[in-house]
């Protein structure tokens, strides 16, 4: 038996296809006792790693001067929604390395949509 057969869960469809650098919004439930709420967490995308049981993507954000990640699961049902705002653009897989920059300098320049050419 494989190990693809023994999880039955489903990916969720709330999550679009991002990738190291984007900025975006999570929109997570949160349950405390018997109350449920929704929580934004927003922030840029450092790291998506994809794996047999549907990989995970982490979300970093200063808040306060204090750097603050977060990983959550592709096929989470806790995960109401994810908005991406910008793609930006990087030359890495991992971002690992904005952890060690201030505020300012942790700032990405964003990508450009690929233009198609027309000829007349």
């Known amino acids: 038996m494989e190990f693809k057969e023994l999880i ?3 990916a969720n469809p709330n999550i ?9 919004k999570v929109h997570a439930k949160i349950v405390e006792g018997e109350k449920e709420r929704t929580q934004i967490f927003q922030g840029v995308v450092i ?5 047999l049981d549907g990989g995970n993507f982490t979300v970093r954000r200063v808040a306060y001067g204090i750097g603050v990640e977060r990983t959550f699961p592709f096929r989470s049902p806790r995960v109401e929604k994810v908005e991406v705002l910008r793609h930006g ?12 920059l201030s505020t300012k300098a942790a700032r990405l320049k964003e990508r450009r949509p690929v ?5 007349d």
């Open 47 to 51: 790291k998506v790693k994809k794996a």
């Open 8 to 10: 039955t869960t489903e």
């Open 16 to 24: 679009p296809e991002l990738a190291p650098g984007d900025s975006v």
């Open 89 to 100: 653009k990087v030359r890495r897989a991992r971002l690992f390395y904005m952890r060690g």
């Open 115 to 119: 233009q198609t050419e027309n000829k």
